[in-house]
């Protein structure tokens, strides 16, 4: 089987691992026995073994937050950035005023202007994070990928309604090299493959 | 020479309460750092280099925290009984041996405060008064989980207190003496000489014992959270809840010391080490053992504890008891 095939197939073996359980004792003398025989088999000291051997192994799984962070999946819908066009660092947005119409929590507002060359720029672009519930139908409706959802998902404020001006979202002239391209919602991450996993089901 | 006696007793008594307070205080960052690593954790981390100041925080804490007294509970009772397990756990370490004597601008220094002839008796027996600290707060506090937490004590206090004293009956009866310095004094002259190798079986006792003298895991039923929320401390607060922790930390040392004293040698020269450090290594691997064991091993309920040392360890120590007093006959 290769490619697709070995997903197809259905009869997965479930690897159930049965727990020996010894017959519990009845007498007082097999109640003994037991405890004689755990005591001697020295069962204690195989619980300090691991321990120990856990602590010299030294394999540490903390992650100190807010010096270290775990990478997000590119497809995590944090709080929202406004992109430019890679070449001559315009804006992408064309002020068509798609993502304001399809927008649930109705928390984007646009305000538009024609440009000299005829051409239409949002003059303000807002959205209300108080009311925002980052469910990625801008960033999916909007024709242009200007409007896409970033990484930075630490938006905790002391207002209760925070509001994200253009100049917040916008990425700024001097750092158009670092703009990462959204690869469009739905995008696969990266290591897709990799992840795929049998359904555990035999029907 | 009787105003030298009295100055010399006053700062050693001084030194005993700073050196193992602040000890007690460092042994609860130890332990949280040996049991995050035994858990692939790193512990306390951000307060100072690797958490080390964390201690100086919990103490600042504890320090600032309200001293809050229910309203059901006995007051004078509330307010009495951790001073009973601080300082009996403290008064315990009178007559504890902790060095060899040393000389300071040719005056001999005896690291003892009180070097009287029924040392090993006064130890334990002023170790088990300390358990009183338990028992009347959780009587006192007025609260059902604290009233369980007493209970635990009396059970506990009623099991291992036995087995200690007829554990170290043996080595008694071999050395001849209950000054802990006749104890260190019988086993000079290297490690064939400890009493350990003479009496394996009580020194595995007495170590058990010890784990249930200071409340540690396999028999820390008297403030286990998941069945007494915090046992006889539930109520307890700041400084009053930190006397017990101390006092509970103190015996841990004490524990040590006494182990290290009566078993392993005490604070003579091994090898090429000298004796003083010979002994605190032997203590700390004591400490390291009490933390080791509650990362590794569940606790016990309360009566297994009392199956085990009634119907388990008591008659392990009176044969063990009778096996030595055969020996020595012949």
């Not at chain 2, 007025?142 to 009396?154: C, D, V, Y």
Request: hydrophobic fraction near 50%.
């Amino acid at each position: 089987m290769n490619g697709l095939e070995q997903f197809k197939d259905r009869n997965v073996s479930q690897n159930y691992y049965r727990v020996k359980i010894e017959p519990y004792p009845k007498t007082p003398w097999e109640r003994f026995k037991r405890v004689v025989r755990r005591s001697l088999r020295l069962e204690l000291f195989v619980g300090l073994k691991i321990t120990l051997m856990e602590m010299l192994r030294f394999k540490i799984h903390t992650i100190q937050y807010p010096k270290e962070k775990l990478p997000i999946s590119p497809r995590y819908r944090a709080v929202h950035k406004l992109l430019r066009l890679l070449e001559s660092g315009n804006e992408r947005c064309i002020g068509c005023g798609l993502c304001e119409k399809i927008c649930i929590s109705n928390c984007i507002r646009i305000d538009t202007r024609p440009d000299e060359n005829g051409r239409k720029i949002p003059t303000e672009y807002t959205i209300n994070f108080g009311r925002c519930i980052f469910c990625g139908y801008c960033a999916e409706v909007c024709p242009e990928l200007a409007i896409v959802h970033g990484q930075d998902y630490e938006h905790a404020s002391e207002q209760r309604a925070q509001f994200a001006l253009k100049e917040d979202m916008l990425t700024p002239l001097d750092k158009l090299k670092e703009q990462k391209e959204y690869p469009g919602f739905g995008a696969p991450t990266p290591a897709a493959d990799k992840l795929i996993k049998k359904t555990p089901l035999a029907y | 020479m009787e105003s030298a006696f009295v100055i010399e007793t006053i700062i050693k008594i001084l030194v005993v309460l700073g050196l193992f307070s602040a000890l007690a205080g460092f042994a609860t960052y130890v332990e949280r750092k040996v049991l995050a690593f035994m858990q692939r954790r790193l512990g306390p981390m951000h307060v100072g280099p690797w958490g080390l100041l964390q201690v100086l925080a919990d103490g600042i804490k504890l320090f600032t925290k309200e001293d809050f007294i229910p309203q059901g509970a006995n007051r004078i009772i509330f307010m009495i009984a951790p001073v009973i397990t601080a300082a009996s756990a403290f008064i315990a370490m009178a007559a504890i041996p902790m060095f060899p004597e040393f000389t300071i601008g040719g005056y001999t220094v005896r690291p003892i405060i009180s070097d009287i002839n029924v040392g090993l008796l006064f130890v334990l027996g002023v170790m088990a008064i300390g358990l009183y600290g338990p028992l009347l707060a959780g009587m006192a506090s007025g609260n059902k989980w604290s009233l369980l937490g007493a209970a635990r004590t009396a059970v506990q206090f009623l099991s291992y207190e036995v087995v200690t004293g007829l554990s170290v009956l043996a080595p008694v009866m071999i050395v001849g003496s209950l000054s802990l310095i006749d104890f260190n004094n019988y086993q000079a002259g290297g490690i064939s000489n400890w009493l350990v190798w003479k009496q394996p079986v009580a020194f595995i006792l007495f170590l058990i014992a010890g784990f249930a003298e200071t409340n540690r895991t396999p028999f820390d039923l008297l403030e286990h959270e998941a069945e007494v929320i915090s046992g006889y401390a539930t109520e307890y607060s700041g400084m009053r809840w930190g006397m017990f922790f101390i006092g509970e930390y103190a015996n841990m040392f004490t524990i040590g010391f006494l182990a290290s004293l009566i078993f392993l040698g005490g604070f003579n020269d091994l090898g090429f080490i000298p004796g003083a450090i010979a002994i605190l290594l032997k203590v700390f691997f004591f400490i390291f053992l009490f933390i080791w064991a509650r990362a590794s091993w569940p606790h016990i309920r309360p009566d297994q504890l009392m199956w085990l040392c009634w119907k388990v360890l008591m008659p392990i120590a009176v044969i063990n008891v009778v096996i030595t007093g055969i020996v020595m006959m012949f």
